[in-house]
């Protein structure tokens, strides 16, 4: 069973800092893309970040370039997003997704197969 779970969301204030963590199993996460989504409250959901498990390319949105980092743990299955100076427009909930095979440059919802639950992150002015 294909499992994607996240961890690590929670309030903080403008400016702050969070690590996401998605814990991935019952797929090979040696050869996918994993990515990190969000949707905020009367919005689409939007790619914030990606990551080829393989090459190790990588894809930033440009809200989050500069402030975000995704990083892959291959011996652990695991991708975490590391969110520095955070800004109250990052508020939303965040999804960890698997695509396979991976399709970076692009980082589109439409394109990923498997979702997690997601976890909210709310930054306070």
């Known amino acids: 069973e294909v499992q994607l779970v996240e961890s690590g969301g929670g309030l903080v204030q403008a400016g702050g800092s969070l690590r996401l963590s998605c814990i991935t199993s019952?797929?090979?996460?040696?050869?996918?893309?994993i990515g990190w989504f969000r949707q905020a409250p009367g919005k689409e959901r939007e790619g914030v970040s990606c990551?080829?498990?393989?090459?190790?390319?990588?894809y930033y949105a440009d809200s989050v370039k500069g402030r975000f980092t995704i990083s892959v743990d291959n011996a652990k299955n695991t991708v975490d997003l590391h969110m520095n100076n955070m800004k109250p427009e990052d508020t939303g909930i965040y999804y960890c997704?698997?695509?396979?095979?991976?399709?970076?440059?692009?980082?589109?919802?439409?394109?990923?197969?498997?979702w997690g639950q997601g976890t909210q992150v709310t930054v306070s002015s």
């Open positions: 997704a698997a695509e396979d095979p991976p399709g970076l440059p692009a980082c589109t919802v439409r394109g990923y197969d498997y």
């Open positions: 019952g797929f090979a996460f040696d050869d996918v893309a």
């Open positions: 990551i080829d498990t393989s090459l190790g390319s990588t």
